[in-house]
Nanobody, 124 residues
């Protein structure tokens, strides 16, 4: 069982930046494909970004491409989401997720482990 704990959320203004962190409770973190998802009120959970086991390949939703950057530090068992130029429509609870193998990185059902989420609110 892997536990994921997100941190770094908060209330910011449009145009500001935030960095989310997700710490994993496993010594084999480098064997997990990691992703970030978000869920706004009354909306379905949606894919934000994902990173492969070594961190060499990243994937992004079109809505965040060029503004968000996913990265990981396997020595620290942590995955990050750097969010720049935030917009009010980025307001949501952000979740990190992990899985040993992922067939479709953009699908929530592909992931086995989830964090509890961290709230990001962007005011206009």
């Amino acid at each position: 069982q892997v536990q994921l704990v997100e941190s770094g959320g908060g209330l910011v203004q449009a145009g500001d930046s935030l960095r989310l962190s997700c710490a994993a409770s496993t010594r084999t973190f480098s064997r997990y494909f990691m992703g970030w998802f978000r869920q706004a009120i009354e909306k379905e959970r949606e894919f934000v970004a994902a990173v492969t086991w070594s961190g060499s390949i990243t994937y992004y939703a079109d809505s965040v491409k060029g503004r968000f950057t996913i990265s990981r530090d396997n020595a620290k068992n942590t995955v990050y989401l750097q969010m720049n130029s935030l917009k009010p429509e980025d307001t949501a609870v952000y979740y990190c997720a992990g899985a040993r193998e992922v067939r479709l990185a953009t699908s929530p059902t592909a992931y086995d482990y989830w964090g509890q989420g961290t709230q990001v609110t962007v005011s206009s």
